[in-house]
């Protein structure tokens, strides 16, 4: 008989077999799920005792319908020794405006250092369904003055609803049509601004940050994404907030203190979203359907602005070098899936209840109910989901490789 760690809608239970079945005598419950509990502590290191599939069969690993080689269009891998690793762009940045149109760029700075230099935004359109280049634009930019895109968004792309695409460069809003027209030139403020696509991409939400000797400056604005006209705006006197990356959901913006993850409306007005020991510590890290991912060592949680906690992936034992850790996080514009890169640990190599077979692989999954939909292969420098979630593009710095759902 093997026996198991159960959890509380499960006492009375053990394993039996290939299946589970009925203790007869109620009294014996409290002391096999005691027995059960101590066993699997002591020889979880031993992998005697692990916990079963969450799945009836285990995610499929996706296989390209595409695989385009970059370097054929002119693409030029950037070269550490080029730029400052700390301003973000010593790799390419992914994209998809469309679901057939995925976007590859970077800026090359004009000297050797990125940090003291202007530069070239470079951009590479590519058909997904074919392969071919669609068409490459440039823009001139400024220095990046901070490493976080929720800081600082210079020399970023960002894609909107109905096939449209954003781009600030030279701290100028340029507003694209599906066809690459510009349609909208908008001149910035002095000042560090960051922005955020929130709404499905029919909405901006957009922070100017301006410091002078006495105070800091910050002001939230809501503009509506087809013309930029401002919808609403909060001056912000908090100087925690200005200190932590922009994440906007729904008509919320979320963000981390002391106390847990906090939510503030355009009214300005602050609520209390989670505040057990996962969230004072995990910063909000993406926008989902209704809610937010909250990443870090401990795992994966799915927030809900209305009901809480949805799902949660944990991580067991959490942190440490040979643990499982979490690489990053990438939704999609409609909010309704995420890609997330895992990196196995030198002692575990199970995350989610599925094994990792390589040192990197990318889960992809439902952010309704955290159903893992598919996984594909890591070793990647760039991760985009397409704005309806049915396709994946990754880029390793010379293939674009495009997977759906198998």
Known sequence: MKVRAMSSGEVGFYEHGNGLARLKHPKNRRLLLKISFWVCLGLFEFKIC???LAYASAPELAKPTQTVDLTRFGYRELKANLVDS??????SHLVMVSDQLVVVYHTMPDGMRVAASNGTLTAYFVNVSDGKLVRKQDWRTIRRRDSGEGKDSEARIYALSQDRYIVIASGTLLLYNRDGSLTIQKKLDPGLWSIQPVQMGTVLLL??????????FVKYIWADSQSLATLAEVEDGQELRSQIGLLGADQWLVYRDSNGIQKMTVDGLDGVMCSDDFCRESGPSNAVRGGVIVSSRFGLEMLSFDKG???????????????????GVQTSLNGEYLAVLVLRGNKYRTFDDVHLDKNEEVFVYSATDGKCLFLLPGAIQALALSPNGTQVVSFDGKYLRVCGKP
């Open 86 to 91: 700390t301003l973000g762009d010593i790799i």
């Open 207 to 216: 922070r100017h940050e301006r410091k002078d000797q006495k105070q800091s």
């Open 50 to 52: 692990e916990p079963k």
């Open 309 to 327: 906690l949805v799902w949660q992936k944990s991580i067991q034992p959490a942190g440490g070098l040979d643990r499982i850790t979490i690489g």
